[in-house]
């Protein structure tokens, strides 16, 4: 679908200004990364922008995977595009900023580019998402204050009234901020953002975990309907018990054929107070931000750590956002029944 000039101009407005947030600037390279016919008009609205800001940009535009291209952006994880393409990675990265249209979190292909210095910056969402959920400066101030508490914690703990009760030893990982832009060289955000997230130990995650109805299940953008209990031992899920959603949710698990997909990913919690939890109730189209990074969440995740260091590269990577939890850093209340306690931590409309 092709855009009007007003629409055009007011995507490459907003574009300039998050390039802006990543303090591009002249003499330096933007490179745009896209596949096949996906998101033509983000790739064209970015290097618009960033000539606007007198930057040199350039656009790697990679064939389809195969006849569904990249729809399912959020589905097997790992799996690019790229993936194989020497001569394009190296071309990456020669930039100083790259834009992600086609999703390369956890591959190996993001890795290699972000050691390289490079700088990510993840956007796939809807131009509605983008627009309502635009980062600012106190997002990015409240995500590194609560950074700064959850590094210098040793244990997790999160609990909600449907029966969860889980810990997570931490110190293994380091931390992954997303405040949804990047200044720094070799640093991936991802626009929108608003949350913060790091790895238990690979053994040490025990406990219950018991998602309520109303609880978000990504990737298959649907609300909980009755309770799902995750049993976790040593860092692996063991059991899922439940009804309907249970058993979709260990048939999708067991459709990888792969032991580490019931390995236990990372743990954090939201912190963007525009962030709506209904807004998959309203059918429109969403890779799901809304939800992980709603103000209060817990996120719970299994699957794949690569993207923290770790070395389970699974395809299967489950985000399931929980609402209403009690978060706790050592002994420090962190999240009260979905409410940030922290002064550092707290929007200022709350």
Partial sequence: MSLSISQTNTMVSLFRQELELCKVKPGETVAVLSEAEQAVEYASAFMIAARELGVDVFNVNLPARGADGAQNVAGDVGQN????????????????????????????????????????????????VL???????????????????????????????????????????PILTEYGFTDTPGRWDHWPGGFLATQGSE??????????????????????????????????????????????????????????????SHIGWGLNDLARWDYLATGAPTVGMDGRAFYGNVL????????????????????????????????ELIVQDGDVIPTEMRAVTR
Avoid: W
């Fill in 81 to 128: 595009a790229l993936a194989g393409n020497g001569p394009a990675i190296e071309a990456l990265k020669s930039a100083d900023l790259v834009v992600d249209l086609i999703f390369l979190l956890f591959s190996k292909e993001q890795l290699e580019i972000q050691a390289a210095d490079t700088r990510i910056l993840l956007v796939v969402e809807p131009f509605e």
């Fill in 131 to 173: 627009s309502r959920l635009f980062p600012t400066q106190d997002l990015r101030e409240r995500v590194e204050a609560a950074e700064a508490r959850l590094a210098k914690a040793q244990n997790l703990r999160f609990t909600n009234p449907a029966g969860t009760d889980v810990q997570y030893e931490l110190g293994q990982f």
């Fill in 203 to 264: 053994t040490g995650v025990n406990g219950t975990v018991v998602m309520d109805r109303g609880d978000i299940l990504f990737p298959f953008n649907k609300y909980v309907q009755e309770p799902i209990t995750f049993t976790i031992r040593d860092g692996m899920i063991v059991d899922i018990d439940g009804g309907f959603d249970a058993m979709l949710v260990k048939n999708y698990m067991d459709g990888f054929h792969d032991p580490r997909a019931f390995a236990i």
């Fill in 300 to 331: 719970f995740s299994t699957g794949p750590n690569t993207e923290l260091g770790g070395s389970n590269d699974t395809a299967c990577h489950m985000d399931l956002p929980m609402k209403g939890c009690t978060l706790y850093l050592d002994d």
